[in-house]
């Protein structure tokens, strides 16, 4: 089974700053990685797809990339309403979710 | 609009056998895969299985074998039943549509329903 590496568990941010959260395969998923991101008591809701593929309507201030083994989400000019938990998960070979990063406001 | 909504039971005992019912809407059953994923409280998801468009099904190997979903197309329906539950089976499971080609991401997802596993 492909493990999902996910770091950090936790960040903590000022408004209008850049993170970003990375994820690490233990196999290469040769892009096949989702970003959820989930806000408290909610469902996840899907970012990202194909590692760097924004889903409709998702802000252009988030953004994915990476390859191999090794991706990242990124998020610019953070926002009060981007507080929330964030998942990577790999579809290359059955799925295999990240353990989160739960995002703050500084 | 596409809609998924789950149901069941809240509060169940060690050993029984859970049975969810995820009811979807906006979409076929036929032309899409429904997955379900659990989320311990305050924690990560895990994928449990899918059941794709045409009926065949995937499960995570750590829940293979108490695991089953199946669905009835006439009514948009699909069904969770985990045997032998236990207290570490306790949290919110979602069901979710999942894209029948790849990629196959989840795209909507229901509100969850929370389950008890407790004597």
């Known amino acids: 089974d492909i493990q999902m590496t996910q770091s950090p568990a936790s960040l903590s941010a000022s408004l209008g700053e850049t993170v970003t959260i990375e994820c690490r395969a233990s196999e290469d998923i040769y892009n096949g990685l989702a970003w959820y991101q989930q806000k408290p008591g909610k469902s996840p809701q899907l970012l990202i797809y194909n590692a760097n593929s924004l889903h409709t309507g998702v802000p252009s201030r988030f953004s994915g990339s990476g390859s191999g083994t090794q991706y990242s989400l990124k998020i610019n000019s953070l926002q009060s309403e981007d507080v929330a938990s964030y998942f990577c998960?790999?579809?290359?070979?059955?799925?295999?979710f990240g353990s989160g990063t739960k995002l703050e406001i500084k | 609009q596409v809609q998924l909504e789950e149901s069941g039971p809240g509060l169940m005992q060690p050993s029984e056998t859970l049975s969810l019912t995820c009811t979807v809407s906006g979409f076929s059953l036929t032309s899409n895969g429904v997955g379900w994923v659990r989320q311990p409280l305050g924690k990560g998801l895990v994928w449990m299985g899918t059941?794709?468009?045409?009926?065949?099904?995937n499960y995570n190997s750590a829940v293979q074998s108490r695991l089953s979903i199946s669905r009835d197309t006439s009514k948009s329906q699909v069904f969770l039943k985990m045997n032998s539950l236990q207290p570490e089976d306790t949290g919110t499971y979602y069901c979710a549509r999942q894209r029948q080609l790849y990629p196959y991401y989840f795209d909507y997802w229901g509100q969850g329903v929370m389950v008890t596993v407790s004597s």
């Open positions: 998960q790999q579809y290359y070979d059955y799925l295999t």
């Open positions: 059941i794709w468009a045409g009926g065949s099904t």
